[in-house]
């Protein structure tokens, strides 16, 4: 593994550089060139024990399958922080488009997706690389291309792919909507006041953040990472993928593999969850590989306060607990200080808040 923090990067971690599809394509490419170099270890165990959540459960009129599956919801958020979403109610249809439209933007040329170079962390359209410098002013480029849109409360997307505008309203509608009743779970499963939840959260003003992740095949996948072991923020982040794996979660100081079922989300609980319960739900680390066969795609939606919300741990579990064990933190400059101070095996932001 690569030597441990990396603080803020020596460069603009947001540079735009030759697209690493386009590199990928390459027909000479027999290893990775060495501004990619991150000797890792990508292996990990498989276990079929991740939580499988029913979200029709949760919403059903039954009271016992409701409680059932909300004792599940906050049982899976503070023993594992992962959990796989079944019967979400999100259109396969949907989720394809949205894997097609995202294919269309990142195989435009690369003249037409410079133009959303991000000059700061807060810039709502970014897509590049993601250069990366450890402790010892070492720069690397993380094994990936990525679009980050912020999608609410104002929307925004690039012009083309036309498809992206269309598919990502919708679809960034639908996960906000989930996300909600996903916090409203949590929160009925540790006796908070809604109204409470919403007042500090402020649900309605949410900011949701859309991440597209190209990663293609890699000539030597032990030295290359697609993104380095980190914790979300936000409160909960979906992710589906194109069918290739390539996320692994740790958990009991192991890492595992994983994977999820077609047309199933994979869902964590972010860091401000971890904070506004005080540490009852656990945001964990977790990391994506890359492999030397397949490309993968990633779609994630990250879903969070309102970036005006100064989110801290909830008054009425702090009675229960006696003291805070977080600090409080406007969410947007939680947001932006995370997205310019990447970490390798370093204390994270999350850890920083800790009390």
């Known amino acids: 593994m690569a030597s441990s923090v990396a603080a803020a990067c020596e460069r603009n971690p947001f540079e735009f550089e030759t697209s690493l599809k386009d590199l990928a394509n390459s027909s000479n490419l027999k290893a990775v060139p060495s501004k990619f170099n991150f000797i890792n270890q990508p292996t990990a165990l498989t276990s079929d024990a991740l939580p499988i959540i029913d979200f029709s459960a949760l919403t059903a009129d ?36 949205t894997f097609t439209a995202t294919r269309e933007f990142f195989s435009l040329p690369a003249a037409e997706k410079k133009q959303y170079e991000a000059k700061t962390a807060s810039d709502p359209i970014k897509c590049g690389n993601f250069n990366v410098a450890n402790t010892s002013n070492q720069v690397f480029t993380l094994w990936r291309d990525y679009l980050k849109l912020y999608v609410h409360p104002e929307f925004h997307c690039p012009h083309k792919p036309q498809l992206l505008r269309e598919v990502l309203l919708e679809y960034s509608e639908r996960c906000r909507k989930l996300a909600r009743t996903l916090v409203e779970a949590v929160s009925d499963a540790l006796e ?38 980190h914790t979300d923020p936000g409160l909960f982040t979906f992710l589906i ?15 595992f593999n994983a994977n999820s079922p077609r047309n199933a989300i994979l869902v964590n609980a972010a860091d401000q969850l971890e904070i506004f319960t005080n540490g009852r739900c656990k945001s964990v680390k977790h990391r994506a590989v890359v492999n030397n066969e397949k490309e993968r795609i990633s779609i994630v939606v990250a879903n969070g306060p309102s970036g005006e919300a100064v989110v801290g741990p909830t008054s009425s579990l702090l009675r229960k607990d006696g003291r805070p064990f977080y ?17 390798v095996d370093g204390k994270s932001l999350l850890e920083q808040q800790m009390i």
């Open 62 to 97: 039954d009271t016992d399958r409701r409680s059932k599956a909300i004792h599940d919801l906050s049982k899976a958020c503070q023993e594992w922080g992962f959990f796989i979403l079944v019967n979400h109610g999100i259109p396969e249809e949907l989720m394809n488009a």
């Open 192 to 229: 908070l006041e809604r109204n409470c939840v919403d007042e500090a959260l402020k649900l309605d003003s949410s900011f949701q953040m859309f991440a597209a992740n190209f990663y293609p095949p890699c000539p030597e996948p032990d030295q290359a990472i697609g993104i380095p072991p």
């Open 241 to 255: 993928h194109n069918g290739v794996a390539g996320l692994q979660i740790e958990h009991n100081g192991h890492w």
């Open 327 to 343: 600090r409080s933190m406007k969410y947007v400059e939680y947001v932006e200080s995370q997205l310019t101070k990447s970490r």
